[in-house]
């Protein structure tokens, strides 16, 4: 079964705006990721937070973990069209080698 | 550096053909995955590697097999292809360093129908 599940599944902004999307997971983690995937292409590393951090910052994208909510939210700022793409949040459990996706938020930014 | 690998890119094959997708990475990973992607579902681990001559299931692994001789390939096999088993393919690889898989490295992905 899935470990995370991101939400919306569906995001349709302007150019300019920013774009939020979540993921909630169900088992305590080592870490949480976010992959963005280009129609067609194979999945790209994002940003990793630790279950020991709380925000993360990469460029446009801010990243935040709670914990005790077992969720994370994944904020792209100032969007543009070339992030037009799938986003997921991946999951490890403790001492474990499965990484779990979730199923994604369509992200699509008009011009 | 070629990254990951994967081939071949499109497959189709008739139910109960059996067929191996390949996976190659040049980065020196010690771990190595496979996932199958469907609409609506996101991605699904198949079976992983965390060095030569060692495997696991992840949580859809019936009807493969996987093994891993070299640090560098890690191929898939589906013994008898079921319409079920049409998919896009995903083969990832990481640096693992100690309990946590790290950041996955994907390849172009394989598409298989089977008809």
């Known amino acids: 079964s899935q470990q995370g599940e991101e939400d919306p599944q569906a995001l349709s902004i302007q150019e300019g705006e920013n774009a939020t999307m979540n993921c909630s997971y169900k088992?305590?983690?080592?870490?949480l990721q976010w992959y963005r995937q280009n129609s067609g292409r194979g999945l790209v590393h994002l940003i990793l937070i630790r279950s020991n951090e709380r925000e993360k910052h990469s460029g446009r994208l801010r990243v935040t973990l709670d914990t005790s909510k077992k969720s994370s939210s994944l904020l792209i700022t100032a969007s543009r069209a070339a992030d037009t793409a799938s986003y997921f949040c991946?999951?490890?459990?403790?001492?474990?080698?499965?990484?779990?996706f979730g199923a994604g938020t369509t992200v699509t930014v008009r011009a | 550096n070629a990254g990951v690998t994967q081939t071949p890119k499109f497959q189709v094959l008739k139910t109960g053909q059996s067929m191996t997708l390949q996976c190659a990475q040049d980065?020196?990973?010690?771990?190595m995955s496979w996932y199958r992607q469907d609409p609506g579902m996101g991605l699904r681990l198949i079976h992983y590697s965390v060095g030569a001559g060692i495997t696991d299931q992840g949580e859809v692994p019936n009807g493969y097999n996987v093994s891993r001789s070299t640090t560098e390939d890690f191929p898939l096999r589906l013994l008898s292809a079921a319409p079920s088993q049409t998919s896009v393919y995903f083969c990832?690889?990481?640096?693992?360093?100690?309990?946590?898989?790290?950041?996955?490295?994907f390849g172009e992905g394989s598409r298989l129908t089977v008809l």
């Open positions: 990832a690889s990481s640096y693992s360093g100690g309990s946590s898989t790290g950041e996955l490295f």
């Open positions: 088992t305590s983690i080592n870490n």
């Open positions: 980065m020196n990973h010690e771990y």
């Open positions: 991946a999951t490890d459990g403790l001492n474990d080698y499965k990484l779990s």
